[in-house]
C-alpha cells in the first residue's frame, strides 16, 4: 500500500484530508508518526506555490510522496482578501480567533449582501521522482454577521455557503461533516487529485 506523508500540522486539516480521502488504497503519515520536521516556510505568492514548497519539502525530508494543500478565504468587500495570506490575516503567529477578530473589524457595518465571499484550496501530490499532480476546489458562499457553530476550523463559523441542505441556512461551523465534506473546497480539490492519482495508477 502506497504510504503519502500529510505535510500540514494543522490538526482540523489532517482530520478533513483523511475523512475526505477515505476508502482510497492509502496510508497517511502524519506529523506526529515522524522525526521532527524542518520549519518551513510559506513564502509563495499564490495557493499553488505554497502547496508546492510544503509538499516538496516533505518529500526531500521523507522520501515518500506526499500530499499538501494551500487555501483561503477571499472576501470581495475586501477586495479579495485574505487570499493566500488567510492563515496569518493577523499576523505571523495568529490564531483563528485572531483572524476572525480582523476579518470581523474589517466588515463592521457591510450588509449582508455585500458580503460575498469564497473558499478556496489547490492541494497537489508531490512523488520523489519530481512527478506533481495538483488541482483546485472552490466554494461560493457570503460571510455571517455573526459566527455560528463550533465544527471545522479557521473561518468556518463565519463561512455560510450558497449550496445547502434543503431549506437550511448554515455556516460551515454548523453544517453536518459529510455535507461539508461533499461541498467544500477542499473536498472538490482532493476529489479531483484522487482521480488525477488513479490516472498513474497510483490509486
Excluded at 502506497?2 to 476508502?23: F, R, S
Excluded at 454548523?174 to 497510483?202: N, Q, Y
Amino acid at each position: 500500500m502506497l504510504e503519502i506523508v500529510l505535510a500540514t500540522a494543522n490538526p482540523g486539516k489532517i482530520t478533513e484530508i483523511v475523512d475526505i480521502m477515505a476508502g482510497l488504497p492509502v496510508s497517511f503519515v502524519t506529523r506526529d508518526q515522524m522525526p521532527p520536521w524542518p520549519e518551513i516556510v510559506e513564502s509563495g505568492d499564490t495557493y499553488l506555490e505554497n502547496a508546492l514548497i510544503k509538499a516538496r519539502a516533505l518529500v526531500e525530508f521523507s522520501g515518500k510522496p506526499a500530499i499538501a494543500d494551500d487555501s483561503g478565504i477571499e472576501i470581495d468587500a475586501l477586495e479579495g482578501a485574505p487570499g493566500v495570506r488567510s492563515a496569518r490575516f493577523a499576523g505571523s503567529e495568529a490564531s483563528d480567533e485572531d483572524n476572525n477578530h480582523r476579518m470581523a473589524e474589517l466588515l463592521a457595518g457591510v450588509p449582508a449582501e455585500k458580503r460575498t465571499a469564497r473558499y478556496r484550496c489547490v492541494a497537489v501530490l508531490v512523488l520523489p521522482d519530481g512527478t506533481v499532480l495538483d488541482a483546485e476546489g472552490t466554494c461560493e458562499g457570503r460571510i455571517a454577521l455573526a459566527p455560528e457553530g463550533d465544527n471545522g476550523f479557521g473561518y468556518d463559523p463565519w463561512f455560510i455557503p450558497a449550496e445547502q441542505p434543503e431549506g437550511q441556512n448554515l455556516t460551515f461551523g454548523l453544517l453536518p461533516l459529510d455535507f461539508k465534506h461533499l461541498i467544500s473546497h477542499r473536498g472538490k480539490a482532493l476529489r479531483k487529485l484522487a482521480e488525477k492519482m488513479g490516472t498513474l495508477g497510483l490509486t
